[in-house]
Structures are given as C-alpha cells and as structure tokens.
C-alpha cells in the first residue's frame, strides 16, 4: 500500500513564502514523474509543476520563476518552495506520483490528500 503524506500548507500574506513537502511510503520499486496540481474554488485542477526521477522540471506559466520545485529520490519526497505568493495562488495544493510497485508492473497515478494554501491579500 503506497501512502502520500504533504505538509507545508497554511496561511501567508502576499509576497510571503511557503514550503510543501510530500513524502511516498509503502511497498515501492519506483517513482517516475512527481508533481504538485491545484484546484481553487470553482476551478478546474491544474498542474503546478512536476520533475522526473532525472531532475528534469516542468512549470505552469503562472509560477515561472516564483515557484521552484525538487525532489530528494532516496527519501522519495517531493518539495515545492513558494515565492512571492499572491491571493491568486490560493488552492488546495495535491502531490502526483508515478509508481511502480514491483519489476514488471506497469506505472499508477498515486495522490497526496491535499493541503491548504491561503494568500491573504
């Protein structure tokens, strides 16, 4: 069974600064791609940024150069640091995992159960 685990979230005035941590436990041979999405009120779900297992990251156009993600792969944990936050970036914050739990299985989304992040203006 593979677990998600975030934290990080809370409340922060514009310009302020978070950081979101996810960690994946469980019975796991390994993770591909992981990432952050978030969904606003009325909105749809959307991808924040994500990074693969070689480092290579991935942002929405809306974060470029406020938001900075990176992963530790022996600790298999996601982070993503929040710069410059504005009211706009008020979401519930979710991690993604690409997961392969056995040699041979085939990769499964996995989801964190999503954090609070609030921009007071």
């Known amino acids: 069974q593979v677990q998600l685990v975030e934290s990080g979230g809370g409340l922060v005035q514009a310009g302020g600064s978070l950081r979101l941590s996810c960690a994946a436990s469980?019975?796991?041979?390994?993770?591909?791609?992981m990432g952050w999405y978030r969904q606003a009120p009325g909105k749809q779900r959307e991808l924040v940024a994500d990074?693969?297992?070689?480092?290579?990251?991935n942002y929405a156009d809306s974060v470029k150069g406020r938001f900075t993600i990176s992963r530790d792969n022996a600790k298999n944990t996601v982070y993503l640091q929040m710069n410059s936050l504005k009211p706009e970036d008020t979401a519930v914050y979710s991690c993604?995992?690409?997961?392969?739990?056995?040699?041979?299985?085939?990769?499964?989304?996995?989801w964190g159960q999503g954090t609070q992040v609030t921009v007071s203006s």
């Open positions: 993604n995992a690409e997961i392969i739990l056995s040699w041979g299985s085939s990769w499964s989304d996995y």
């Open positions: 469980g019975s796991i041979f390994s993770i591909n791609v």
């Open positions: 990074i693969t297992s070689g480092g290579r990251t």
